[in-house]
Every structure is written in C-alpha cells, then in structure tokens.
C-alpha cells in the first residue's frame, strides 16, 4: 500500500443530438461545468469527444417527462 487515497468524483454528462452535430456537456455534483464540446454526430467522433473520464458507473437516457 502506497498510503495514496483516491477520490472518486461524480459527474454527469448531457448530449443534445441532431442530426449533425452533438453537443456535449459534463458537469460535476454541484452543477459546474467541467467539460463542453461539439462533435459531428456519430459515434465515433462523440466518443472520442469526451475527456477521459474513468469508469462509466451508469448510462442512461432522461426523458422530457422526468424532467418536469
């Protein structure tokens, strides 16, 4: 044991998606935005638009309805 300690940190992520472009926004546990950027929309070019982040805990899609 090396007596570092790890810090797992919580952040969200938001694409909005047309036909062309996605954009991409990931924010921390208190809202601040830590990350925005454009991608031509294809997977691809999303994925490899993001930060490297670590590991993904959950993936999920928001409806419009959760969000009233």
Do not use: N, Q, W, Y
Not at 19 to 30: G, N, R
């Amino acid at each position: 044991m090396t007596g570092r300690t790890t810090t797992t940190k919580v952040l969200f992520a938001g694409l909005d998606v047309s036909l062309e472009m996605t954009s991409i926004c990931v924010v921390d546990a208190d809202g601040r935005i830590v990350f925005e950027e454009k991608a031509v929309s294809d997977p691809t070019d999303i994925s490899e638009a993001f930060p490297p982040v670590g590991a993904i805990l959950r993936a999920g899609r928001l409806h419009r309805e959760d969000m009233a």
